[in-house]
């Protein structure tokens, strides 16, 4: 198969394992994959407690923004919170406005509608919530680059306090604050945090100047936009998606619990993978397909009837979501393939809906490993949505596209983009370039980074329950991986209504495990009597019975001896 390439990590100094002795050598090797080179990391890392967290007054121009909402709320100033049309947008926007409410202001939550506002700071709304007697906009998880519209609210009189995560232009927008991690200036020891995590630290600040403490109930919305975001579960990440996760399994709001009921999950079941392929896709289609204040609505309902409905409406629109995915990834796929696959794939079309145009951008990129763009074309203006590889910095390559955008922001792998459609075939042409000579010698492949190479002998006793400490895993921090070499194929078959999967039994020596191929089913003709195995350890459900087997990434004939 060889659908990767192969990266094994280096095993930890001897000196590393040494000092870690409390730890089994195995997950001190896994926590020195994942960055921890200290001893004095590990325990803080398993723990994944408060230890883990930051100080908010860390956080540039935090003081200041505590500072001026004190005020408008000792003044009964109207207080506005300026959010997102994504999961993190939603999270971050219900986080501040919760804890806004919880210190006596009445918060008003405005999201900007995808399909005829688009993403960021919007003149037009801004001048709306000044004309409703709004002083005071406070932005979550975007504003960094909007420095004309934070200029012409100026002008208004209207004060703005921006809190994002976000990449920072060379110029900061003339806001009263602007609280980003990734800000050059920035001593919080962290940069890592999702929207809703800097929306947190906004409310923690806000009080503890007070004396209070009461951010609890916040967490489990906190974990749905780290996670949704595809942020790394490392630092503070990884403490604030613990306790997240504890509150969501433990005491569900209820628009989360009608999801969950809705779409086959047991109350206590959910998990960072949960998050990503089941809820996070529901509450993504309001936003992608009408508008994100449905998925707003549903989680911060206290009415079981409301709750229930919205959950309805949401599966609809998640159903007809898959739909239209399904049918432009199709027309996407076809535009690449009829061109030279260069190293940076673009499909441009007036029929792709605005709100998937990332998704399918997203699955291009996954299929073919590449930097890819998808665009709505329009008669005067067009939009786009990007997704890239590690090896390719998108929003980089965007800035040094800037004069031919309207608007554009985003991280290194994910991005978006309005222009006037005048200048499409030029921004093609110029993105293809910068990719060519950026990407010139890189194996256009996925890396896929192994933790270990070990016999399947080893796999038994402790080791899983020991890996299980390092959940939860995602972005940063994946389900550990492992190699065995000299595997025994004794049997293999497709499984799956269309035998996308496969089903093998593997043998090493006297160890003999099942194991699962998804989506590999293709690959049937490729499987020798002896192949080395690249896989996860998971729990397999199946009947109601649970037992460990492996989880097969990817396979290449056997060579050279077994795995020790």
């Not at 994942?34 to 890392?45: A, D, K, V």
């Not at 596209?401 to 222009?419: K, P």
Request: proline share 5%.
């Amino acid at each position: 198969m060889g659908n990767y390439r192969w990266n094994l990590l280096p095993p930890a100094p001897a000196e590393y394992l040494a000092a870690a002795s409390g730890f089994p050598p195995l997950l001190a090797q896994l926590m020195y994959n994942r960055g921890l080179t200290e001893s004095s990391q590990l325990e803080p890392f398993l723990a994944g407690d408060e230890r883990l967290s930051g100080d908010p007054f860390l956080l540039p121009d935090m003081e200041r923004a505590v500072s001026r909402i004190y005020r408008a709320l000792l003044c009964g100033e109207r207080i506005a919170v300026y959010g997102d049309f994504d999961v993190d947008g939603i999270s971050s926007t219900a986080v501040l406005v919760e804890g806004l409410s919880a210190l006596g202001s009445q918060a008003i939550p405005y999201i900007p509608n995808r399909l005829t506002e688009g993403y960021g700071l919007r003149t037009a709304a801004l001048e709306s919530l000044y004309q409703q007697g709004v002083s005071l906009v406070v932005t979550v998880d975007c504003g960094i680059t909007a420095l004309a519209e934070v200029r012409r609210a100026k002008k208004l009189g209207l004060d703005i306090i921006i809190t994002d995560h976000h990449i920072p232009l060379a110029e900061m927008p003339p806001a009263l604050a602007v609280i980003d991690p990734k800000r050059s200036d920035s001593d919080y020891p962290f940069s890592e945090l999702a929207g809703a995590g800097v929306a947190l630290k906004l409310v923690e600040a806000l009080f503890r100047g007070i004396g209070r403490g009461e951010i609890d109930g916040l967490f489990d919305l906190v974990a749905l936009g780290t996670v949704a975001d595809r942020m790394p579960l490392l630092g503070e990440n990884r403490y604030l998606v613990k306790r997240g996760l504890g509150r969501l399994n433990a005491s569900p709001r209820l628009g989360v619990r009608e999801i969950m009921a809705r779409s086959g999950l047991e109350v206590g079941g959910i998990d960072s993978d949960k998050i990503s392929w089941t809820v996070a896709p529901r509450l993504n289609a309001a936003g992608r397909l009408a508008h994100a204040w449905t998925s707003y609505r549903l989680l911060v309902t206290d009415s079981p009837e409301e709750a229930q409905e919205l959950s309805v409406w949401l599966e609809e629109k998640n159903d007809e979501r898959q739909k239209l995915t399904t049918m432009a990834v199709a027309r996407a796929r076809e535009q690449v393939l009829s061109q030279e696959i260069s190293p940076l794939l673009m499909a441009c079309d007036s029929g792709y809906p605005v709100g998937i145009a990332g998704l399918v951008a997203s699955r291009l990129s996954e299929e073919f490993y590449r930097p890819a763009v998808v665009a709505r074309v329009g008669e005067r203006m067009s939009s786009g949505s990007c997704r890239s590889i590690p090896e390719f910095n998108i929003t980089l390559a965007l800035s040094r596209c800037s004069h031919l955008l309207s608007h554009f922001g985003g991280h290194s792998r994910a991005a978006g983009f309005s222009l006037p459609t005048k200048n499409l075939p030029r921004l093609q042409q110029l993105l293809v370039e910068i990719a060519t000579a950026d990407l010139a010698g890189v194996d256009l492949r996925p890396r896929l980074d192994i933790d270990a190479e070990l016999s399947l002998s080893r796999l038994s006793g402790n080791v899983f329950p020991a890996m299980q400490r390092l959940a939860p895993f995602g972005q940063g921090n994946a389900a550990p991986a492992f190699l065995s070499r000299g595997i025994e194929v004794l049997d293999c078959r497709t499984m799956g209504g269309d035998g996308e999967h496969l089903r093998l039994k593997l043998k090493q020596g006297g160890t003999v495990w099942d194991a699962v191929g998804f989506r590999l089913g293709n690959y049937r003709s490729e499987i020798s009597s002896v192949l080395d195995v690249v896989y996860n350890l998971e729990v397999d459900s199946w009947g109601g019975a649970e037992r460990l087997r492996l989880n097969i990434l990817d396979f290449a004939p056997g060579q050279g001896r077994p795995s020790a």
